[in-house]
């Protein structure tokens, strides 16, 4: 009886280690202690509460080569660019230098394809706009996402940008206008993403009951959510716990 047991804890051997070190690359390391000490329960849980979230959206193998070999990517874009230093080479080095949160040579690039024909390119403004937010230089990611919206009738393409826009307008200090941001996208798009950030800004404004209040919503909407989209939105709901838990009325 014991041998099989001792055969299954030597075959869980790899996949324990791919998970710790998918914990430690990821910055979720709440969950090393079950992964260490409880190796062949806490390997399942692990898969199926963060591993399956990333291969059911299609993301798990691009993460995959970003945490395990993070400068593949960027070689492979150096390499591209010392061929052809043209917009498409040099952008695509700027993304994956941003992937790795080297912003200040992405913004460099970035910035160096705005001119001439592409002066005013939607995909360069947008990009720079997106880098500028995760360098925290929020009063230049608002103004190039500014300099977008003229471009596209004052809307956002996309949801996960308008929601860039309102954080960035929190990290500029514009609280009212973000507030009613965070409301809109959340009675607008029913993102809890969107609500996990409004929680967030609520508790640095020291309305802690207003916080719980969308970080327990959270807890709840997702229960009604279709399986998949559980899955896909299990982060928010994992962060929201712990938001809960650490958050006094």
């Not at 507030?179 to 029913?190: C, K, L, P, S, T």
Request: proline share 2%; aromatic share 16%; net charge positive.
């Amino acid at each position: 009886m014991f041998g099989y047991w001792n055969d299954y804890y030597y075959i869980a051997i790899p996949f324990q280690i791919l998970a710790i070190i998918h914990a430690l690359k990821t910055g979720r390391r709440q969950w090393l202690y079950l992964l260490i000490f409880i190796p062949i329960i806490g390997t399942v849980i692990y898969f199926f509460s963060e591993l399956l979230p990333e291969i059911s959206s299609g993301t798990f193998f691009s993460n995959l080569q970003k945490y395990f070999f993070p400068n593949q990517k960027i070689r492979e874009w150096e390499r591209k660019v010392q061929i052809s230093d043209n917009i498409t080479n040099k952008l695509g080095l700027s993304n994956a230098y941003a992937e790795q949160k080297h912003y200040e040579k992405a913004i460099g690039l970035s910035l160096s394809c705005l001119k001439g024909l592409y002066s005013d390119d939607p995909a360069i403004l947008l990009q720079l706009a997106r880098q500028y937010f995760y360098n925290e230089q929020y009063a230049e990611s608002l103004a190039y996402f500014d300099q977008l919206n003229l471009k596209n009738g004052h809307r956002f393409n996309m949801s996960e940008d308008e929601l860039l826009y309102v954080r960035a307008e929190e990290g500029a200090g514009r609280y009212e206008s973000a507030e009613n941001g965070y409301q809109r996208i959340i009675r607008i798009h029913h993102s809890l993403e969107a609500r996990y950030y409004y929680g967030l800004f609520l508790k640095k404004q020291q309305r802690n009951a207003e916080a719980r209040e969308q970080f327990q919503a959270i807890r709840d909407e997702i229960k009604l959510l279709p399986r998949y989209l559980r899955r896909r939105s299990a982060t928010w709901s994992r962060r929201a716990l712990r938001e809960l838990m650490s958050t006094k009325s």
